[in-house]
């Protein structure tokens, strides 16, 4: 039996020899490197994948690595436990010596090999879920950022906008500035005339009514323009408190338009009244010195003699100078206030004129001895006076009344007008200086 182990000694060693390689034998309890099957690779990698889609690769690589580095560490203390095996002149080769098993040691049993197969894990093992405290603070991370994010956003989105409408409101601003420096323009002949229509016309005011009166177109074109600018603003704000703004500006210099107008045409009823009566004051005063004319010459007349008759017919024909001349002043005061109707003066005039010239023809007659026409042309005077008399009832007993109570009538439903356009100016006036603090009249 001896005999026969060396004989196979000896033949291992003669084999080894010619084969070039010692092969180092493990010592018994050392560990064995088994292959892993396929199975079990795929089953890892599975395992990786799964890994990946949950956030878990960083652990089981820690944990793979660890596993590695423990068991390379076994091999590498086993490997310097064993003796040095002996060894031919030819190096080792680098095929898998170190990795073939022992020859004394048994090959695993089949047994073995069914819990190295049920130890790795399986194909459809349930993926391993992140603890509720990771999701929960990767919850909150997640609502802070998008939190932070989105205010971030609406902040600038609200800073954009409010820069945006205070640019807007500067140019709605702008324009209703420029309308109400119009208005302000404008005032200096609106107020001027507004003072005149509340004060007695005068003659020594009439040639400043008159530029006045001159002005009124330019500044209807200045309130056209401010409602044009009141308008540009209304157009470009935003709010309903600038849009009211805005109306109220309009409302102001539409307001101002209708009093310059109904005041513009007051104004002319003020002037031409008052030149009306300046002239029927004249022609009035004219009839009165006629009539003191032709009393003079009835009193010189009845003495008599025909040198009292020279002197009546001298008296009457200056009376009838101022007739004419009074007739002249009538009908320019008619024609300056058309209104004005004259017509008792007038027949009064014209009845007067007319006695006038029959009794001149009565002394002429008497002077020239035709007494028979001289008495004819008396008695012709004599109906012709009674008729003065009845006219001369007919003409009021203040004769200015006939121009102040028609301009009464003419201007009364303008003044109930202007003084409505003076409210509404008035109300949006007042708008103006509460919100924008300016002081129009």
Request: proline content about 4%; charged content about 25%; some cysteine.
């Amino acid at each position: 039996m001896t005999d026969g182990m060396s004989s196979r000694k000896h033949a291992r060693d003669t084999d080894s020899s010619q084969d070039g390689a010692a092969v180092a034998l493990p010592r018994e309890g050392a560990a064995v490197a088994l292959p892993r099957d396929g199975a079990a690779v795929a089953r890892e990698n599975i395992d990786d994948a799964l890994a990946v889609i949950f956030g878990e690769v960083g652990d089981r690589g820690a944990s793979k690595t660890t596993a590695q580095a423990t068991a390379t560490g076994e091999a590498e203390t086993a490997a310097e436990d064993e003796p040095a095996p002996r060894r031919a002149t030819a190096a080792p080769s680098l095929g898998s010596a170190t990795d073939a098993p022992s020859l004394d040691e048994p090959a695993p049993s089949l047994d073995e090999t069914e819990d190295e197969a049920a130890f790795s894990p399986a194909v459809d093992e349930e993926p391993r879920r992140w603890p509720v405290w990771q999701l929960v603070v990767t919850a909150c991370i997640v609502f802070i950022v998008t939190t932070g994010a989105l205010t971030f956003f609406l902040r600038h989105t609200m800073a954009q906008q409010a820069a945006e409408q205070a640019a807007i409101k500067a140019e709605g601003d702008a324009y209703l500035n420029e309308a109400i420096s119009l208005i302000q323009e404008a005032d200096v002949v609106v107020i001027a005339l507004d003072t005149a229509s509340k004060n007695q016309v005068t003659e020594e005011a009439l040639p400043q009514l008159e530029v006045l009166l001159d002005q009124c177109p330019s500044t209807q074109t200045t309130l056209d323009g401010a409602i044009d600018k009141a308008q540009l603003a209304q157009d470009t704000y935003t709010t309903d408190e600038d849009h009211q703004l805005a109306q109220h500006a309009i409302d102001a210099a539409e307001a101002r338009k209708d009093m310059l107008n109904l005041s513009s045409r007051l104004t002319s009823y003020d002037i031409a009244a008052m030149q009306c009566a300046v002239e029927f004051s004249q022609a009035w005063d004219l009839l009165v010195a006629a009539d003191g004319d032709m009393r003079s010459a009835v009193e010189i007349a009845d003495d008599g003699g025909r040198e009292a008759v020279s002197e009546a017919v001298g008296y009457n024909q200056a009376a009838l100078d101022k007739l004419m001349q009074a007739e002249d002043a009538l009908g320019r005061a008619g024609a300056l206030f058309a209104e004005a109707d004259f017509t008792s003066v007038i027949d009064y005039l014209t009845a007067k004129k007319a006695s006038v010239e029959l009794a001149i023809a009565s002394d002429e007659a008497v002077l020239n001895d035709d007494i028979a026409e001289a008495r004819r042309l008396n008695d012709e005077f004599v109906v012709k006076d009674t008729e003065v008399v009845e006219l001369a009832q007919q003409i009021p007993t203040e004769p200015m009344s006939l121009i102040v109570s028609t301009y009464d009538t003419a201007t009364g439903p303008l003044r109930t007008s202007y003084q409505e356009a003076r409210d509404r100016a008035a109300d949006a006036d007042a708008f103006l200086r509460v919100y924008v603090g300016v002081d129009v009249q």
